[in-house]
């Protein structure tokens, strides 16, 4: 017999991941906790939506595989659809990745809270949203904490993990345990609407668009001398297609309310890409043209 | 299973990159070092391959060092394909 192996300690089927909302973000969560083997219920009240998930999550698997994210040692585990919230039930800790909406997202809050037993974490993955604010929806404030993975969540090791100020300890523990059997490196900050990677990114990337709608530069060009001048990994405006320029747009809006910035005024050749579908890479069309690519 | 010549295949992935990155790719190019192509990329060249040649990229071989170059990619496919260790 060989030796307990990492993944042993880790023991990833002692959780159950339940992901709320199968839209790019769910259905990539729901790719790294299986292909780290940890067990996921996906649910959207959409059936589409979720048909449509199970063929992205295949897809992203064998992407993550491809360039070598995923343990050798694990097997995957399955990713089980749910048409209702209360799919959840049985779950060991709930991810929210439904829309950028702080009453959408503080209505699934509240009523999965009725639904899972007390205790269990509760996480939002917002990324802009404060998490106090969205624990005030929650039966149980306390379970409550923000994560903000990065897109795509399988490829990219580093999350941002917000305490909000009415975060429990058991909810802390729960939630670095997880990551750690998803292999994770969480940044633990304190609780703010945009935290840290969006109240700097976003306002970033709304300059970087503002640039262009001035006629100052091409698309290609803002992002060429952003990676190039200063090392940028994707430019500013490819991560705007990443991350899509709809999402950005509503958490633009959410930066603007809550600070009052007007650099976070989303400019209007965001608006307009996002009034015409032009989302980005999820649309095939944002800043670039993405011909038939893997979205 | 045919197995397709290595020079026809390695013809054929330079004429589907062209085609896809407008750019000029030799045979021999890490296709995704530095200024390369992304991740995403990579995984819709798998898929083409395996549709155009009718095989299927598993487990172990599917890892970014064996489509680093036009050359890899080639030798995948006829490993998959079946070829023999004496080559054509």
Known sequence: MQQPSEQTAREPRRHHLAVLGAGVMGASIATLAAGHGVPVTLIDVDDAKLAAAESRIAGEIRLAQLMGALPDDVVEATVTPGGRLADAAGATAVVEAVTEDADIKAKVLSEVSALVEPGTVLVSNTSSIPIDELASAACRPADVVGTHFMNPPYLIRTVEVIRGARTGERAMASIRSLLDALRRQPVVVRDAPGFVTSRVLHPMINDAARVVQEGTATVEDVDALMEGCLGHPTGPLRTADLIGIDNLVDSLRVLHERTGDPGCLPCDLLLEKARAGDTGRKSGRGFYVYQGETS | ?88
């Open chain 2, 1 to 88: 299973m045919t197995v397709s010549p290595q020079s026809t295949i390695q013809q054929e992935l330079v004429d589907f990159l062209h085609s896809r990155t407008k750019k000029v790719w030799e045979e021999d190019t890490d296709l995704f070092a530095s200024g390369g192509l992304s991740s995403l990329f990579a995984m819709e060249i798998v898929v083409h391959l395996e549709k155009t040649y009718d095989v299927s990229v598993r487990g172990k071989d599917l890892r970014l060092d064996n489509f680093r170059t036009v050359t890899s990619m080639a030798t995948l496919v006829r490993r998959l394909q079946g070829a023999g260790d004496a080559g054509e």
